[in-house]
């Protein structure tokens, strides 16, 4: 393959109303600015003779059977000629004309630079008010909270440049506008040198309907970065819960509380072993996704690889169900004799569920201990049990 500098990247889905000027544009940035580049269309199946336009233009045109918006990237990426790609949608709405910011970050050694709409401007009728009040802005803050991403005020421009090989090795999976994201996301876990510049946004020249759908793919992009960082997803809540039920358990374990005249007995008790068993599965819910993602090579390991693909964990997990399970079954043992000495007759609730509450809690513990230490051994099998290491 021969070797270019840029490759101007646009996927295309029936953009037959503008695709020539887009790639006009793009031709006479390249051309004015004398780099050697060239100008991609990703198309994706489109029917409006989209192609013939492209190529007419003076693009390359590649074509990417499978269906969606990061499949078009993808399969465009694949294909460019270019150790850089600057990659915009095909709509006339991003400004191909004025990419040397871009180009300069990329020469700069940058590995992902992205375009800022809101530092750049964004044209009236450009985009609609609940994308840019709330959609976008509510997502880039979740974004820089769950991934420590300071460099980048605009986690959905469609605008973004990058080193092509660099981002082939994030290993990209997504076929959906959740493409935009993912990429953000693992160029920032992988510690790739990332900035942003301003741009412009206009309004579209199609009369048609964007491809985009407002709920539909904001919740697609939220689950997405949701499953992307398990602390969030799991660790906290997890937690937290266990927390909760840990202290209310061990509160009421000797005797019954008065807090602000209000008393908790043994009702609340069992509340807390509720609330610990749920923390418990929570927390083990993130150790099995964390292990998982990290032996996929879905997220690079971190400081928690050490403890997940410790050699012996699964027998360390095995020994303390087994002891767990044990205690709370002779807890168990101990309660069923004492009712037997009663006669198998009523006894006293209160006193007797302080014995039976930790029993079952023990138990339970020890099962969900046991089996999910089996079930961190599965997924470190094959290559991913020496991800960590």
Not at 31 to 47: C, T
Request: aromatic fraction near 12%.
């Amino acid at each position: 393959m021969t070797k270019l500098e840029l490759t101007i990247l646009m996927p295309c889905l029936n953009e037959a109303e503008t695709l020539a000027r887009c790639v006009s544009k793009a031709k006479a940035f390249l051309v004015g600015h004398h780099i050697a580049g060239e100008v991609l269309i990703a198309d994706n199946g489109s029917s409006d003779g989209s192609q013939d336009i492209a190529r007419e233009a003076g693009a390359r045109v590649v074509q990417v059977d499978e269906k969606g918006y990061g499949a078009a990237l993808r399969g465009g990426i694949e294909h460019a000629k270019g150790v850089y790609v600057i990659m915009g949608d095909a709509d006339d709405s991003y400004d191909f004309s004025n990419l040397m910011p871009f180009v300069e970050k990329l020469r700069d050694g940058f590995d992902l630079v992205m375009g800022n709409r809101f530092k750049g401007g964004i044209d009236k009728g450009a985009m609609p008010f609940s994308h840019r009040y709330l959609g976008n802005p509510v997502l880039t803050l979740i974004g820089k909270v769950f991934f420590h991403n300071h460099n980048c005020g605009d986690f959905h421009c469609g605008l973004r440049g990058f080193n092509r090989q660099r981002v082939l090795d994030l290993e990209l999976q997504t076929t959906g506008m959740e493409f935009a994201t993912e990429m953000v996301m693992k160029a920032t876990l992988y510690r790739l040198k990332t900035c942003e510049v301003p741009t412009t946004l206009s309004p579209d020249g199609r009369s048609r309907p964007p491809h985009l759908r407002t709920w539909r793919d904001g919740w697609r992009h939220l689950r997405f970065m949701l499953l992307y960082c398990p602390s969030w997803l799991f660790l906290l809540p997890g937690v937290f819960f266990s927390i909760a039920g840990l202290v209310t358990f061990i509160s009421l374990a000797t005797g019954p509380k008065i807090i602000f005249g209000i008393g908790f007995d043994i009702h609340t008790m069992l509340y807390g072993a509720f609330s610990l068993l749920v923390g418990l599965q929570i927390l083990f819910s993130f150790l099995v996704a964390k292990s998982y993602a990290v032996g996929e090579k879905l997220m690079p390991p971190d400081r928690w690889s050490g403890i997940l693909f410790y050699r012996g964990i699964l027998e360390w997990s095995a020994v303390f169900g087994v002891v767990a399970f044990l205690t709370g079954f002779m807890l168990s043992v101990g309660a069923v004799t004492g009712w037997g000495r009663a006669g198998f007759s009523s006894l006293d609730p209160a006193k007797m569920m302080r014995q039976v509450i930790p029993a079952g809690c023990l138990m339970a513990m020890g099962i969900q201990v046991f089996f999910h230490g089996f079930l961190l051994g599965i997924t470190q099998l094959g290559c991913g049990k020496d991800a960590g290491r």
